[in-house]
């Protein structure tokens, strides 16, 4: 049964500025199928166009999830709102959005939210679902607009994802499973920007102890330091197997099982 594996398919591996704009790493986020559901996370600037060049069919998606507003991570929602519900004809899918992407100047415009079958908020300590997935939100980010982390659970395997943040206190400890993605934006921490840096992940994949640790979401002082290297040197110091994503990259998490 070809579907029965849990996949994870990075179309963009871009964050921050520079990176998105100048599309030195493509951005677009994440496809997920995960034991045949499939679900799109963070559809940023370029999202349709590369789902589309890798035969991914938004019309089988069943839910499309945003960890928070900021235009590299939504750029691209509305347009794959309506791949996926073939433009209002059918009011299928669900979508999971913040709060604050609903708000006064709202990510999704008003007509578009009845498009799919219903739009959920998600909160601190939420717990969602999707066919045989489920998943939850932690706890609040430390970020400029209303932010959270994922921990998604299929029937096989856990992948934690921590979405853009500040570094907080016990931040880890919400974030334990088999498989853990981190967005790194920045090579050293820098004040007054609410994204983890190198050192940063270096220490949560540290304190997790996932059987392997995706980076991804690079910023510009990450991408010239060659985030591949960089990966290199957190497996040979941590002992875990960290890998830097590569656009169109797709990770199946039976490879968990093979290390
Ligand atoms: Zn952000």
């Not at 991914?56 to 929602?77: C, E, M, P």
């Not at 969602?128 to 395997?157: A, L, M, Q």
């Not at 931040?171 to 004040?191: F, G, H, K, M, Q």
Request: glycine residues 6%; proline residues 5%.
């Amino acid at each position: 049964m070809e579907n029965l594996s849990d996949t994870v398919t990075f179309l963009g591996t871009a964050g921050a500025r520079f990176v998105v704009t100048k599309q030195f790493l493509s951005s677009g986020d994440v496809w997920l199928n995960l034991g045949g559901t499939e679900m799109l996370f963070d559809p940023g600037p370029g999202c349709l166009v590369h789902s589309v060049k890798k035969k991914l069919d938004a019309s089988k998606l069943k839910a499309i999830i945003l960890s928070h507003k900021h235009l590299d991570h939504s750029g691209d929602i509305n347009i794959m709102i309506e791949a996926m519900t073939e433009s209002g004809w059918k009011q299928r899918g669900l979508v999971f959005v913040p709060s604050d992407a609903l708000d006064k100047g709202a990510v999704i415009p008003p007509y578009l939210q009845n498009y799919p079958e219903k739009v959920n908020i998600l909160f601190e300590g939420g717990a969602y679902s999707v066919e045989d997935v489920s998943f939850e939100t932690p706890v609040r980010h430390k970020h400029p607009v209303e932010t959270y982390g994922f921990i998604f659970r299929t029937p096989w395997h856990t992948i934690a994802w921590i979405t853009d943040t500040k570094y907080f206190d016990k931040l880890s400890s919400y974030y334990r499973a088999e498989l853990l993605v981190i967005n790194v934006v920045l090579l050293e921490p820098r004040d007054g920007v609410d994204r983890l840096s190198m050192p940063e992940a270096k220490q949560i994949i540290a304190e997790v102890k996932p059987k392997v640790a995706i980076l991804t979401h690079f910023g510009m002082s990450i991408w010239r330091a060659k985030p591949w290297e960089l990966a290199q040197k957190l497996t040979d110091d941590t002992g875990i197997k960290v890998i830097a994503a590569r656009d169109g990259m797709r990770f199946d998490l039976a490879r968990l099982d093979e290390l």
